[in-house]
């Protein structure tokens, strides 16, 4: 008779093999990792094409929306056509859905437009002006140095800055003449390495807005497939928990990186209409500077300022000093006026965790992780928050922070307040002056300590 194996043995089967599945994930991971990196990034190379097509309608999401709901729905049932109520009027809602699409590709196209044709030849412009130029202001700051040195002379001082700048000036101006210069005449091969592989970018880029236009048109589908493989393969909170969490991080997203991109936009025109009327030098490139840093929460608009203060600087100081108070007046807009307006509170974190995410997935991931670091740590934040209150709530616990700050301890399920009389419990003692800890007073006794001593002495 062949013997079974019984339910608890099966289990423990189960338990060693995934353990061994594990271990050897583990170790292939830290030892053999260089070749899975390899292949990851050879899949990834293949699927460029289908990631930029997901980030292309990622980021047209919203103006879908906003356009089918503000506009087309409304004109539809101004004709008595209930469109999304009404399962017959599937035709409208195609004519609906591509229409908005459209529009919104449009609209896409243009705002590509504007960079490429109005941005980047600025750039251009002022960057070659600016090497071109390089040689006159580097002799007017040695000129300038040298004058103060002879005016004050014997200073050490200006004899030390005068020494460090002619150093870097001399490793500028040998870069410019043996490097930059004589390779001008080579710029159109170098044009033409990049075109080529700008080429390759927009056929990327093309594939991915074909690919686009498809998740557009059925984005609502793909959403109703996720949940059907949630549901069926989870239990029915389970289910609720996860669709719920990626809900939010949607939320979270969408509100933050698109509300940052137009605000950042918004920010670049109004500091080139403000550079232009007050004649500061590389309008376009300062302005493009600071709109593009200002998609770096808390320290990208400093670092914008900054950068573009040192290419004014090098000009005219004075136009410098009127650029740097301009950006400050104007992130002081964008902080408390605009940034808000258009942001609203889409983290859901503190100030202090901004700077903490952007720091650590700075660190990690570089620039990209100091944009998406906000965003992602407030959906961590987010969940761990949701599964902290759920296990105070199951023990019949209070779920506010403030609550918490007046706690001294708990005892039998309930939150014990400083304010109560605790005595010494847990380490709740009173606390002592500064001075009093110094000269090793005791502190005060008030008369309910008094009481309490002579009750004690009394037992």
């Not at 005068?162 to 710029?187: G, H």
């Not at 949630?230 to 939010?248: D, G, P, Q, W």
């Not at 599964?387 to 309930?414: F, Q």
Request: charged share 15%.
């Amino acid at each position: 008779m062949k013997h079974k194996p019984d339910e608890k043995q099966i289990t423990w089967a189960i338990t060693i093999f995934g353990l061994f599945l594990a271990c050897l994930l583990v170790y292939c991971l830290i030892f053999r990792s260089s070749g899975y990196i390899a292949g990851i990034s050879y899949i990834l190379n293949i699927l460029t094409g289908i990631i930029y097509g997901l980030i292309i309608a990622y980021i047209l999401t919203p103006v879908v929306n906003y356009l089918e709901k503000r506009f087309m729905v409304p004109f539809y049932e101004r004709r008595g056509i209930h469109i999304l109520q009404d399962e017959k009027e599937e035709k409208h809602r195609k004519r609906m859905r591509g229409l908005s699409v459209a529009i919104s590709v449009i609209f896409f196209l243009a705002v590509l437009q504007i960079l490429f044709l109005i941005c980047i030849p600025s750039l251009y412009r002022s960057i070659s002006s600016l090497i071109n130029a390089a040689p006159s202001y580097i002799l007017n700051v040695r000129t300038y140095l040298e004058y103060l040195l002879e005016r004050y002379p014997d200073n050490p001082i200006l004899e030390e800055a005068l020494k460090v700048f002619n150093d870097f000036a001399n490793q500028i101006m040998s870069v410019i003449n043996t490097t930059i210069l004589p390779n001008m005449d080579k710029l159109v091969d170098i044009v033409t390495t990049y075109l080529t592989r700008f080429i390759s970018g927009i056929v990327n880029c093309f594939v991915g807005l074909i690919v686009g236009i498809y998740v557009l048109f059925s984005k609502e589908e793909f959403v109703g497939q996720a949940k059907m493989v949630c549901y069926a393969f989870l239990k029915e909170n389970t289910a609720n928990e996860v669709i719920s969490a990626f809900r939010h991080i949607h939320y979270t997203f969408i509100g933050f990186l698109f509300g940052k991109l137009i605000d950042s936009f918004l920010i670049g025109i109004l500091c080139y209409v403000g550079t232009s009327i007050l004649s500061i030098p590389y309008a376009g490139l300062v302005s493009v500077l600071v709109g593009v840093t200002n998609i770096i929460p808390v320290f990208g608009p400093y670092v914008g300022a900054v950068i573009g203060s040192i290419f004014v600087l090098i000009i005219d100081p004075l136009a410098a000093l009127k650029f740097a108070v301009f950006v400050l007046i104007l992130q002081q807009f964008d902080g408390n006026v605009l940034g808000p307006r258009i942001l609203g509170d889409s983290t859901g974190i503190s100030s202090f965790w901004v700077l903490f995410s952007i720091i650590l997935f700075g660190g990690l991931f570089g620039v990209t992780g100091m944009i998406l670091g906000v965003p992602l740590f407030a959906c961590f934040y987010h969940g761990m928050r949701r599964m902290i209150h759920r296990h105070l709530r199951m023990k019949g616990m209070p779920t506010d922070t403030y609550t918490y700050t007046r706690a001294a301890y708990v005892e039998n399920g309930k939150l014990v307040s400083f304010d109560e009389n605790h005595k010494e419990k847990y380490h709740t003692k009173k606390p002592v002056a500064p001075w009093r800890m110094i000269l090793h007073l005791r502190p005060g006794k008030g008369p309910a300590d008094k009481e309490e001593e002579s009750e004690e002495d009394n037992s």
